[in-house]
């Protein structure tokens, strides 16, 4: 179980707006985490959301991973962080993924789940350190994108190209190779390397029979790049096709007209 790839949030990546490109960092309005180690673990019936239902498989998984005795009790710490997460509650999902970790410190759910919790709260140091945690038990590039937009935020873009190129679209899918193509062109664009970044993008498939949302999500981010490079025209013709597949749920349109106008 990937939490990034079940969506606990609900739906998939959101949509591009304005003029950064980055994957989806700062997408939601948090309150903070003022959490710390836990001590102990919490009562059963200490949730104050609908718990996740757990496939079977994770359930093993996170048992073999957990502390001896403590397998039924980071299930359903898990189960209730997840279930925090999709409420919209990332500081509770955080102290609960929290407890996951220090409950099992291999399990690559655990470390996984805790890391993109802490991505979405802006804890970029502490998130790639669980991201690059979970690369490293797993051996799964699934969350590079994640990881690297997280290097960008720490200043560091070498580093979130370095990962982004691991990901093999053999192995993870085309959603999370061309997640990872736009987050290295806005890598390659912080480095002041335009032209690069515009090359990143234009060698992916730009041009499939029927569009999906990495596409969609592609197409943006090059019409952004080429608005940069003072290309208008191709911009706009970008800008009109993510709108055109995208509806009213990005400001592709406005961008488009702006060009136009």
């Given at each position: 179980m990937?939490?990034?790839?079940?969506r606990p949030s609900g739906g998939g990546r959101p949509r591009p707006s304005g003029k950064d490109i980055r994957s989806d960092r700062g997408r939601r309005e948090t309150s903070g985490y003022r959490g710390?180690?836990?001590?102990r673990?919490?009562?059963?019936?200490?949730?104050k959301y609908e718990p996740a239902h757990l496939e079977d498989e994770l359930v093993r998984d996170l048992i073999?991973?957990?502390r001896p005795g403590k397998g039924e009790i980071l299930v359903k710490v898990f189960a209730d962080a997840l279930g925090a997460f999709a409420a919209g509650d990332l500081d509770e999902s955080l102290r609960l993924a929290d407890q996951s970790k220090h409950i099992a410190l291999r399990s690559t759910h655990a470390r996984e789940f805790l890391g993109i919790a802490l991505y979405e709260a802006g804890r970029y140091k502490e998130a790639?350190?669980?991201?690059?945690?979970?690369?490293?038990?797993s051996g799964s590039t699934e969350q590079n994108p994640l990881l690297a937009d997280c290097y960008r935020a720490l200043q560091k873009p070498e580093k979130a190209i370095d990962i982004c190129s691991e990901i093999d679209v053999g192995k993870v899918g085309p959603q999370i190779y061309y997640e990872g193509a736009i987050v290295a062109a806005g890598a390659l664009t912080?480095?002041?390397k335009l032209d690069a970044a515009i090359a990143q993008l234009e060698r992916l498939d730009l041009e499939p029979a029927v569009a999906e949302e990495h596409h969609v999500r592609a197409w943006y981010a090059l019409g952004n790049l080429l608005e940069l490079k003072g290309k208008f025209t191709q911009a706009r013709s970008w800008f009109e096709a993510a709108a055109s597949a995208d509806g009213d749920q990005t400001d592709a349109a406005e961008r488009a007209a702006r060009i136009k106008a």
């Amino acid at each position: 179980m990937s939490p990034e790839h079940k969506r606990p949030s609900g739906g998939g990546r959101p949509r591009p707006s304005g003029k950064d490109i980055r994957s989806d960092r700062g997408r939601r309005e948090t309150s903070g985490y003022r959490g710390r180690k836990p001590d102990r673990e919490p009562a059963p019936d200490a949730s104050k959301y609908e718990p996740a239902h757990l496939e079977d498989e994770l359930v093993r998984d996170l048992i073999a991973a957990a502390r001896p005795g403590k397998g039924e009790i980071l299930v359903k710490v898990f189960a209730d962080a997840l279930g925090a997460f999709a409420a919209g509650d990332l500081d509770e999902s955080l102290r609960l993924a929290d407890q996951s970790k220090h409950i099992a410190l291999r399990s690559t759910h655990a470390r996984e789940f805790l890391g993109i919790a802490l991505y979405e709260a802006g804890r970029y140091k502490e998130a790639a350190t669980e991201l690059s945690a979970f690369r490293r038990l797993s051996g799964s590039t699934e969350q590079n994108p994640l990881l690297a937009d997280c290097y960008r935020a720490l200043q560091k873009p070498e580093k979130a190209i370095d990962i982004c190129s691991e990901i093999d679209v053999g192995k993870v899918g085309p959603q999370i190779y061309y997640e990872g193509a736009i987050v290295a062109a806005g890598a390659l664009t912080e480095m002041g390397k335009l032209d690069a970044a515009i090359a990143q993008l234009e060698r992916l498939d730009l041009e499939p029979a029927v569009a999906e949302e990495h596409h969609v999500r592609a197409w943006y981010a090059l019409g952004n790049l080429l608005e940069l490079k003072g290309k208008f025209t191709q911009a706009r013709s970008w800008f009109e096709a993510a709108a055109s597949a995208d509806g009213d749920q990005t400001d592709a349109a406005e961008r488009a007209a702006r060009i136009k106008a």
